[in-house]
């Protein structure tokens, strides 16, 4: 017996150490990269978090390693049994290189997805999540996009090189050891690697709840808030992988019941809209311009405050059309992707917790403007210079009720294709105002442009006619608001331009220069635009506008007689008065008058967004009317929303 204990602790030896501690040594440098990269993570997007101090950083890593446990066990779920289960023929060469290649594998694809965020947390700012596979499954051009961005962000895939490299060479070499001998030899060396194996069955069940207390939960991406002072620093403590696999087969939503009773819910908040007996309906013809991540920030008239600052804006036409509009100072989108934008603007159902068109709950009957225009003999359409089916925008148009859909099948002209995301967005608003000359009026019909967008290029023969300012999107914002010029121009010479009703808005804002446009709430401002060819309902109001605030707000217009279900209000008969949300972080953010509340199970920030623009002075618990108020709409907005998203009641039947 005891010759078979001794060969069972020289057989637990690799090149002169224990197997056990060669495999903590390798995790050991796992986890040094996950910390690594998420050093880098923050350096990388360290503009966005200018709050941070030192401390602070520390905190947010110390709490980062128990998201990183999480998130390294479950890459791990296979490597980890197969080296530590007490079968002889881990010792197999074979084996032990099929070992070596699963560890290097998958740890360098989790590695790998923290740095693609490096770069990618600017359009989003939150960390991936398992959605992204949902969001581009669609798209037909992945190798020349996923091409793209190694070529333009080279330095991110140099790093991922590295860090593959470093995972190979403290792998180490294995070596072929010899079985052990007799009966004895094999009780011993099998009964004994039982032990390590319970101690590491107890260390995954710990790691991957995220501690060993009974009252324990599994951690979610919420849990990070607790190492932050803002709730947009919960990206730096998460990492991509743990982002990912914890929102795999996930149901977004779930009911609560903060309001007992309907009645008492409805007297807070309620998205039926009644319909205005007192107006006259009008058969004005609806068009929607969704620009390409068309930030506020980018617009000179939306900006005069930054004038002393050196500001520039990189729209004229839009500037000169924004006199002759009613605008609103104050507009947010309700989402920070593409396909949050289109159940935003077009049937006013924000992004909360999840996309819709992504969630569970994307088959649900929808209202929208085609549907309500639609049954009153609207002509109905939209338009995406896209491959079809890019974004899932066709699915959505059909479920929202367009019933013509124009992408880049429809569009005869190749050569307009920038070769990576769409036709160019001057051929393409050409062609749009000529097929809707060709539409029977009354015609409601959107369009989403795609010039405006990585890799950030304009066509041959524009390049150095728009200014490139500090940032490679600028030169495109111009591109295309000479795109959108030369649509209007193409349109007034048309006999249904003066009856037409103009929306102008983006899908979300992009890139950011000035520190106002980096701040929690400065990364959905984007344009709200409405234009009406002699009206006088025009100005730049002082006022809060969003995305789904636009539906209703043009059925409003139109005078529009039946009830229908939106999140957002008429903007000229406001119901709920001066008030906005969006979700980004785990937290809700809801703005009412001249406040907005943050908010992710508790209320957690309170700031006055106009006087301060960068959200420095927190003034939680100041005013705890305003606040109690706030809190009690904000839990009302999210009862009705998830309620009605579960049980299918997006319509008024």
């Given at each position: 017996?005891?010759?078979?204990?001794?060969?069972?602790?020289?057989?637990l030896?690799?090149?002169?150490k224990?197997?056990?501690?060669?495999?903590?040594r390798?995790?050991?440098?796992?986890?040094?990269?996950f910390s690594?990269?998420?050093?880098?993570?923050?350096?990388?997007?360290?503009?966005?978090?200018?709050?941070?101090?030192f401390?602070?950083f520390l905190t947010?890593?110390?709490?980062?390693?128990?998201?990183?446990?999480?998130?390294?066990i479950y890459t791990?779920?296979?490597y980890?049994?197969?080296?530590?289960?007490?079968?002889y023929?881990?010792?197999?060469?074979?084996?032990?290189?099929?070992?070596?290649?699963?560890?290097?594998?998958?740890?360098?694809?989790?590695?790998?997805?923290?740095?693609?965020?490096?770069?990618?947390?600017?359009?989003?700012?939150?960390?991936?999540?398992?959605?992204?596979?949902?969001?581009f499954?669609?798209?037909?051009?992945?190798l020349?996009?996923?091409?793209?961005?190694?070529?333009d962000?080279?330095?991110?895939?140099?790093?991922?090189?590295a860090?593959?490299?470093?995972?190979?060479?403290?792998?180490?070499?294995?070596?072929?050891?010899?079985k052990?001998?007799?009966?004895k030899?094999?009780?011993?060396y099998?009964?004994?690697?039982?032990?390590?194996?319970?101690?590491?069955?107890?260390?995954?069940?710990?790691g991957?709840?995220?501690?060993?207390?009974?009252?324990?939960?599994?951690?979610?991406?919420s849990?990070?808030?607790?190492?932050v002072?803002e709730?947009?620093?919960?990206?730096?403590?998460?990492?991509?992988?743990?982002?990912?696999?914890?929102t795999?087969?996930?149901?977004s939503?779930?009911k609560v019941?903060?309001?007992?009773?309907?009645?008492?819910?409805e007297?807070?908040?309620?998205?039926v809209?009644?319909?205005?007996?007192?107006?006259?309906?009008?058969?004005?013809?609806?068009?929607?311009?969704?620009?390409?991540s068309?930030?506020?920030?980018?617009?000179?008239?939306?900006n005069?405050?930054?004038?002393?600052?050196g500001?520039?804006?990189?729209?004229?036409?839009?500037?000169?059309?924004?006199?002759?509009?009613?605008?609103?100072r104050?507009?947010?989108s309700?989402?920070?992707?593409?396909?949050?934008?289109m159940?935003?603007?077009?049937?006013?159902?924000?992004?909360?917790?999840?996309?819709?068109?992504?969630?569970?709950y994307?088959?649900n009957?929808?209202n929208?403007?085609?549907?309500?225009?639609?049954?009153?003999?609207?002509?109905t359409?939209?338009?995406?210079?896209?491959?079809?089916?890019?974004?899932?925008?066709?699915?959505?148009?059909?479920?929202?009720?367009?019933k013509?859909y124009?992408?880049?099948?429809?569009?005869?002209?190749?050569?307009?294709?920038?070769?990576?995301?769409?036709?160019?967005?001057?051929?393409?608003?050409?062609?749009?105002?000529n097929k809707l000359?060709?539409?029977?009026?009354?015609?409601?019909s959107?369009?989403?442009?795609?010039s405006?967008?990585?890799?950030?290029?304009?066509?041959?023969q524009?390049?150095?006619?728009?200014?490139?300012?500090?940032l490679?999107?600028?030169?495109?914002?111009?591109?295309?608001?000479?795109?959108?010029?030369?649509?209007?121009?193409?349109?007034?010479?048309?006999?249904?331009?003066?009856n037409?009703?103009f929306?102008?808005?983006?899908?979300?804002?992009?890139?950011?220069?000035?520190?106002?446009y980096?701040?929690?709430?400065?990364?959905?401002?984007?344009?709200?635009?409405?234009?009406?060819?002699?009206?006088?309902?025009?100005?730049?109001?002082?006022?809060?506008?969003?995305?789904?605030?636009?539906?209703?707000?043009v059925?409003?217009?139109?005078?529009?007689?039946?009830?229908?279900?939106?999140?957002?209000?008429?903007?000229?008969?406001?119901?709920?008065?001066?008030?906005?949300?969006?979700?980004?972080?785990?937290?809700?953010?809801?703005?009412?008058?001249?406040?907005?509340?943050?908010y992710?199970?508790?209320?957690?920030?309170?700031?006055?967004?106009?006087?301060?623009?960068?959200?420095?002075?927190?003034?939680?618990?100041?005013?705890?009317?305003?606040?109690?108020?706030?809190?009690?709409?904000?839990?009302g907005?999210?009862q009705?929303?998830?309620?009605?998203?579960i049980?299918?009641?997006?319509?008024?039947?």
């Open positions: 017996m005891k010759e078979a204990w001794n060969n069972y602790f020289r057989d030896k690799i090149n002169g224990n197997l056990y501690i060669v495999e903590l390798r995790f050991a440098v796992v986890f040094l990269l690594a990269t998420r050093i880098l993570f923050y350096l990388f997007n360290a503009s966005y978090f200018p709050e941070i101090t401390s602070g947010i890593l110390a709490g980062g390693l128990k998201f990183d446990t999480t998130a390294i791990n779920l296979l980890l049994p197969l080296a530590f289960f007490p079968f023929f881990r010792y197999n060469n074979g084996f032990r290189r099929f070992l070596k290649y699963l560890f290097i594998v998958t740890n360098g694809l989790a590695l790998g997805a923290n740095c693609a965020d490096f770069i990618y947390y600017q359009f989003t700012l939150r960390r991936t999540t398992a959605t992204v596979f949902k969001e499954q669609n798209e037909t051009n992945m020349s996009l996923f091409g793209k961005f190694i070529i962000y080279w330095f991110v895939f140099i790093i991922w090189i860090i593959i490299a470093i995972l190979v060479i403290t792998y180490g070499k294995t070596h072929k050891t010899s052990p001998n007799g009966f030899g094999h009780l011993v099998f009964a004994n690697g039982l032990v390590p194996l319970l101690v590491l069955a107890t260390l995954v069940v710990g991957v709840r995220g501690g060993f207390k009974h009252s324990t939960r599994p951690i979610t991406l849990n990070a808030g607790q190492y002072k709730p947009k620093e919960v990206a730096i403590v998460l990492n991509t992988p743990f982002a990912i696999f914890r795999m087969q996930k149901q939503l779930q019941n903060y309001y007992a009773t309907q009645e008492e819910l007297a807070v908040y309620n998205p809209i009644m319909p205005d007996s007192t107006a006259t309906q009008q058969n004005l013809n609806v068009v929607i311009l969704i620009l390409e068309f930030g506020r920030e980018y617009i000179g008239a939306y005069q405050h930054l004038k002393t600052s500001y520039n804006g990189y729209t004229p036409f839009l500037d000169s059309l924004i006199t002759e509009s009613l605008a609103f104050y507009g947010f309700n989402g920070r992707k593409s396909i949050d934008a159940p935003s603007v077009l049937a006013s159902i924000p992004m909360m917790v999840e996309p819709f068109v992504l969630t569970s994307s088959g009957r929808v929208s403007i085609a549907s309500e225009l639609g049954s009153l003999g609207y002509h359409s939209f338009f995406h210079g896209a491959p079809n089916g890019s974004m899932g925008f066709q699915a959505f148009a059909n479920v929202a009720g367009f013509e124009y992408g880049l099948n429809e569009y005869e002209n190749t050569s307009d294709f920038d070769g990576m995301w769409g036709v160019w967005d001057e051929p393409f608003l050409q062609y749009y105002a000359n060709g539409f029977k009026q009354p015609f409601a959107a369009l989403f442009t795609v405006s967008h990585h890799p950030f290029r304009v066509p041959e524009y390049e150095g006619k728009f200014p490139k300012g500090e490679a999107i600028h030169q495109c914002i111009g591109y295309t608001d000479h795109a959108l010029k030369r649509f209007f121009e193409t349109a007034k010479t048309m006999p249904w331009f003066e037409t009703l929306v102008i808005t983006a899908d979300h804002a992009n890139e950011p220069f000035y520190p106002e980096k701040t929690n709430i400065g990364v959905f401002a984007v344009p709200i635009i409405f234009y009406k060819p002699g009206s006088t309902q025009k100005g730049m109001r002082m006022e809060l506008a969003q995305q789904i605030d636009i539906m209703p707000t059925l409003g217009y139109l005078g529009y007689q039946k009830p229908f279900v939106a999140f957002g209000q008429n903007l000229l008969k406001r119901k709920d008065g001066d008030m906005a949300i969006n979700y980004t972080a785990s937290t809700y953010q809801l703005f009412m008058d001249d406040m907005v509340l943050l992710n199970g508790k209320a957690n920030g309170l700031y006055s967004y106009r006087s301060d623009s960068l959200l420095q002075q927190n003034l939680l618990n100041q005013y705890p009317d305003k606040e109690h108020a706030m809190e009690q709409k904000l839990k907005i999210i009705q929303y998830n309620q009605r998203m049980d299918d009641k997006l319509r008024v039947e």
